[in-house]
């Protein structure tokens, strides 16, 4: 609470200093413009301190607008760059589903080979106990791997 009272009484004295330097600014002008006006009869400084104004008045706007695009740009941007990288990710998701599909697809090929190898070499050497002739379709090449 403290704290907010310092930042408000920083932005309250913030704008007093504000307020003082346009009276000062309004005062010298007044005193341009009455003196001027007793020394020639004219508003000169009037009219140019009135065009300056509205010159930077002027770019004031235009930087404005230009602030506004950029920022609609950005915006914009973000948010394409937003969405390829949530399809980037789930790209990336899918891919990697795919990738332990084929892992475990391998694994169970392998589960099997091994399976059916050791039933061979089980027949193999059951025929070899008895002295029997091993069928030629319980050949196994071992140099296969």
Same mark, same amino acid.
């Given at each position: 609470?403290? =704290? %907010?009272?310092? @930042?408000l009484m920083r932005y309250y004295n #913030? @704008?007093?200093?504000?307020?003082?330097? !346009?009276?000062?600014?309004?005062?010298?002008? @007044? !005193? $341009?413009l009455s003196q001027e006006v007793a020394d020639n009869g004219t508003f000169s400084t009037l009219t140019?301190?009135? *065009? !300056?104004?509205? &010159?930077?008045e002027? =770019?004031? #706007? *235009?930087v404005k607008n230009r602030e506004r695009g950029a920022t609609a740009v950005v915006d914009h941007l973000q948010s394409k760059l937003d969405k390829v990288m949530e399809e980037h990710k789930q790209e990336m998701t899918k891919q990697r589903r795919t990738l332990t599909h084929l892992k475990e697809m391998i694994a169970s090929a392998q589960d099997r080979e091994t399976e059916e190898v050791n039933t061979?070499? $089980?027949?193999? &050497?059951? %025929?070899?106990?008895c002295n029997c002739t091993t069928p030629s379709s319980f050949t196994y090449n071992e140099n296969h791997h």
């Amino acid at each position: 609470m403290i =704290y %907010f009272c310092c @930042l408000l009484m920083r932005y309250y004295n #913030s @704008l007093q200093q504000k307020i003082c330097e !346009e009276r000062g600014n309004v005062t010298v002008l @007044l !005193e $341009k413009l009455s003196q001027e006006v007793a020394d020639n009869g004219t508003f000169s400084t009037l009219t140019m301190w009135l *065009e !300056e104004n509205t &010159a930077i008045e002027k =770019y004031r #706007s *235009e930087v404005k607008n230009r602030e506004r695009g950029a920022t609609a740009v950005v915006d914009h941007l973000q948010s394409k760059l937003d969405k390829v990288m949530e399809e980037h990710k789930q790209e990336m998701t899918k891919q990697r589903r795919t990738l332990t599909h084929l892992k475990e697809m391998i694994a169970s090929a392998q589960d099997r080979e091994t399976e059916e190898v050791n039933t061979i070499k $089980k027949v193999r &050497a059951v %025929f070899t106990r008895c002295n029997c002739t091993t069928p030629s379709s319980f050949t196994y090449n071992e140099n296969h791997h």
